[in-house]
Nanobody
Framework: QVQLVESGGALVQAGGSLRLSCAAS????????MGWYYQAPGKQRELVAT???????NYADSVKGRFTISRDNAKNTVYLQMNSLKPEDTGVYYC???????????????WGQGTQVTVSS
């Protein structure tokens, strides 16, 4: 099947930067949209940013101008550059991908295991 593995989460001071990565592997024919979501303690998972296979992006209002999503289609990898981090950005960040699995003709949605980002004030 398909696996998504995130990396890059860390403890950082407010105003700092982090770069998250998420690599997809397995029986992949193609990947449509990829995205990042985050879940703060005690809250529901929320959209951070998405990017289509063609490079069109969408951001939550709270991160516009601070975060940048990008992807390397050849590596099946999506990135999230996070600048000017705030304490309210603290949470677990999850990668998501809409994958057409080899031998199938439907799109399946996969999630990574999450990576912790903690921003101290």
């Amino acid at each position: 099947q398909v696996q998504l593995v995130e990396s890059g989460g860390a403890l950082v001071q407010a105003g700092g930067s982090l770069r998250l990565s998420c690599a997809a592997s397995g029986s992949i024919f193609s990947i449509n949209a990829m995205g990042w979501y985050y879940q703060a303690p005690g809250k529901q998972r929320e959209l951070v940013a998405t990017i289509t296979s063609g490079g069109s992006t969408n951001y939550a209002d709270s991160v516009k101008g601070r975060f940048t999503i990008s992807r390397d289609n050849a590596k099946n990898t999506v990135y999230l550059q996070m600048n000017s981090l705030k304490p309210e950005d603290t949470g677990v960040y999850y990668c998501n991908a809409e994958v057409v699995v080899r031998g199938e003709f439907i799109i399946r949605r996969y999630w990574g295991q999450g990576t912790q980002v903690t921003v101290s004030s």
